[in-house]
């Protein structure tokens, strides 16, 4: 039989990369750097390495010359995000593409959490105080996250840990999603994470009721994938729904809100604040305006790219999807036709 050609463009892990080189049916060819980048960030691979390869995985930038793959049958990606596939049209060239949907989840959903619990307790403020040597023991440091009502706008991974983690301290948890917190097959999970039978949300809205699900918030969490179709879902219209004490975590995509429209809202109040880790540039240029809001938390999106965990996670679900691929199985979050188009 025929070795598989493989491509792999991203860190090693050794344990798991061991294993796979002692494969004779695999043929691998490691290329972690890039030759050349751009401001896009996306890199040149060398055409030599690019003919005969089968199976990419990669950390989720395609590179420049990506059409050279023209042998190539599976995109194993790194991220979780993938609307840096979406103008390569992979169902229409039958490559098929899995992410690493689950590898962040408890990192996402402990930043998800940090930030519910720094901005009920402005801790933002306190910090400030710290820094002037300021003694103020006003009652807004004093409030508690229980009792609390968390909004996910989608339910996939990082917004059913999110909820575990909520429920277990007391806080009510709505879900704004299209087809209703369904069980999660063929999705990776880490054992003992989340919410795989939907279970935990106490009430759940469908699209009809999308301005009362923001009415009901203290917190809206954004959990969706930036698709054609969901750029700009958050605008003027969702901001002012909000309640005027609501605040907006953002852990996944900046482009998912209106950014003019986000700015008028804390600047006039229609929300009380933000939580951002996805942003509008990268990097955040440092005279843009959210870099000073009081009402502001900015972190410059850490919330679940290099934990300790994720690699180690990362080539776990490869290879448990390279076995299954290899037998004719499903494979583990494939990003099917429709979900390219939002």
């Known amino acids: 039989m025929n070795a598989r050609h493989l491509l792999i463009t991203l860190p090693a892990h050794p344990p798991v990369l061991a294993r796979l080189q002692a494969d004779p049916d695999l043929d691998i060819t490691l290329y972690p750097e890039p030759v050349s980048t751009d401001h896009d960030g996306l890199a040149d691979w060398p055409s030599g390495i690019l003919r005969d390869q089968q199976i990419l995985f990669c950390e989720g930038m395609p590179s420049k010359n990506f059409d050279e793959l023209n042998r190539l049958q599976w995109v194993q990606s790194a991220s979780v995000g993938y609307e840096q596939f979406i103008p390569l049209d992979l169902p229409a060239r ?18 998800n959490i940090m930030m519910m619990i720094a901005l009920t307790r402005d801790l933002r403020g306190m910090i400030r105080n710290q820094d002037r040597g300021i003694w103020d023991r006003d009652l807004r440091f004093h409030r508690e996250l229980r009792g609390a009502t968390v909004g996910f706008w989608g339910y996939g991974g990082i917004a059913r ?47 009809p009721e999308k301005f009362d699900f923001l009415r009901s918030l203290d917190f809206l ?32 995509r900046g482009p998912l809100v209106v950014e003019s ?41 850490i ?30 979050n494939e990003v099917l036709p429709a979900d390219f188009g939002g």
């Open 161 to 207: 840990e999110t909820a575990r983690l909520a429920k277990a301290m007391g806080v009510r948890v709505h879900v704004f999603t299209r087809s209703g917190p369904t069980s999660r097959e063929q999705i990776h999970v880490i054992p003992g994470t989340g919410d795989p039978a939907g279970v935990f949300p106490d009430r759940v809205f469908r699209m």
């Open 261 to 301: 429209a986000l700015l008028r809202a804390l600047r006039e109040g229609w929300i009380a604040g933000a939580a951002l880790d996805a942003h509008f540039q990268y990097p955040m240029p440092p005279d843009h305006p959210l870099w000073r809001m009081p009402n502001v938390i900015m972190t410059p999106h």
């Open 221 to 252: 969490v954004l959990a969706i994938p930036q698709t054609p179709l969901s750029v700009g879902v958050v605008g003027e219209a969702e901001l002012r729904a909000l309640p005027r004490h609501a605040y907006l975590i953002n852990p996944t």
């Open 303 to 332: 919330s679940g790219d290099r934990t300790q965990h994720l690699m180690p996670r990362v080539w776990e679900l490869f290879a448990g999807n390279l076995d299954r691929f290899r037998d004719g199985q499903p494979l583990l």
């Open 94 to 111: 039958s490559i098929r593409l899995t992410n690493a949907r689950g590898v962040l989840d408890t990192a996402m959903a402990d930043w």
